[in-house]
């Protein structure tokens, strides 16, 4: 059985998009948002790319799978979203004929709140450090900081976070150009794991916002605000988005030729691509996380973990109806000038 429950309606707007949005070929990779591939399945990733495919399931009908090329001359770009990427770096070789991007997640919380990555024998020094390794590896374009989701309660103040952004954003200088932050959202699955967390106020976001832009300038990075609409571009602050298209281009150094983006949610103005993760599979486990369930279907579904399977959990059923892709590069061979915009 592949636990696979659903994550809220909210979360999920992507998926079904994806998965009914027939005849495009979206030839970005992410791995992944729905789970941290980098920090708990790097042997299985690095598989992945030796055997040149994976397949994936519909998070809504588990015998409709996708099998995607992971071959070099149809992926433009692997995003990868991880909160310790430190598994991957004896990997990095195997990446060198692709075009990557990597947003790390580094955050001020403790136990109390990411207890999956307190569990680990990797501080959160090794993490900045890792980033350090891959940025110098891959190029400052090619890696962002993630600081979210940001909520206040006691104990993690306005003063603290300001404190500790300060502190992280001194030691990525130079690292990396950009810096995401968001503020709490109050999904479903974050009300019953998270009941005690609360809502950010307009003037909480303001301050924390204005304060944060010049921290980050200070440190030669843009802020970009994630689905946080526009207020704060009025200190300065680029609230075009995420993971855009000017992004992966200057990660890229090229053009891309990129179907018309649809709209996921009005706030949200990232592109995203193939995201060949699973839900309920991350073991960080971390309170705020939308993309699992409870802490019984993580552990089950790393039961069923194959680091040799074609899927990330479970193996081939034998109902399984197995579309191949259709997948094309966008990139159309133009220098891409955004990055001497920026």
């Known amino acids: 059985e592949i636990h696979e429950r659903l994550v809220g309606s909210e979360m999920c707007i992507r998926d079904r998009y994806l998965s009914s949005a027939k005849g495009e070929r979206r030839m970005i990779i992410h791995a992944s948002m729905r789970t941290d591939i980098p920090a708990f399945y790097s042997e299985w990733f ?18 409709q799978v996708t099998e995607y090329s992971l071959d070099p001359e149809v992926v433009d770009l692997i995003v990868f979203c991880s909160k310790n990427p430190v598994p991957m770096l004896k990997y990095m070789d195997l990446l060198k004929f692709y075009r990557t991007y990597w947003y790390i997640t580094i955050t001020p919380y403790e136990a109390d709140i990411e207890p999956g990555l307190f569990k680990t024998i990797v501080s959160k020094r090794k993490i900045i450090e890792s980033f350090q390794q891959i940025s110098e590896i891959v190029g400052e374009e090619h890696i962002g900081w993630r600081y979210d989701p940001i909520f206040i309660d006691d104990k993690y103040t306005v003063k603290y ?59 030669k990075m843009t802020l970009r605000p994630c689905g946080e609409g526009t207020e704060l571009a009025a200190f300065g602050a680029d609230c075009n988005g995420c993971m855009t298209q000017q992004i992966y281009e200057n990660a890229i150094h090229m053009s891309l030729d990129m179907p018309k983006k649809q709209p996921l949610r009005k706030e949200c103005a ?73």
């Open 46 to 63: 690095t598989n992945r790319i030796r055997e040149g495919y994976v397949r994936v399931r519909n998070p809504y009908n588990p015998l």
């Open 270 to 342: 990232c592109y995203l691509g193939y995201d060949i993760g699973a839900y309920n599979s991350c073991p960080h486990m971390c309170k705020y996380c939308y993309a699992n369930y409870d802490e019984k279907s993580v552990r089950l579904n790393r039961i069923n973990h194959n680091p040799k399977s074609a899927f990330l959990i479970g193996d081939d059923m034998p109902n399984d109806k197995v579309h191949k892709a259709v997948q094309k590069s966008w990139i159309n061979g133009q220098i891409s000038l955004n990055e001497f915009l920026i």
């Open 161 to 219: 976070h300001l404190e500790q952004f300060e502190d992280i954003s001194a030691a990525l200088q130079g690292y990396t150009r950009n810096c995401v932050i968001s503020f709490l959202d109050l999904y479903q699955k974050v009300k019953r794991n998270f009941p005690e967390a609360k809502m950010v106020s307009k003037e909480q976001r303001k301050y924390l916002g204005e304060h944060m832009t010049h921290i980050a300038t200070e440190h």
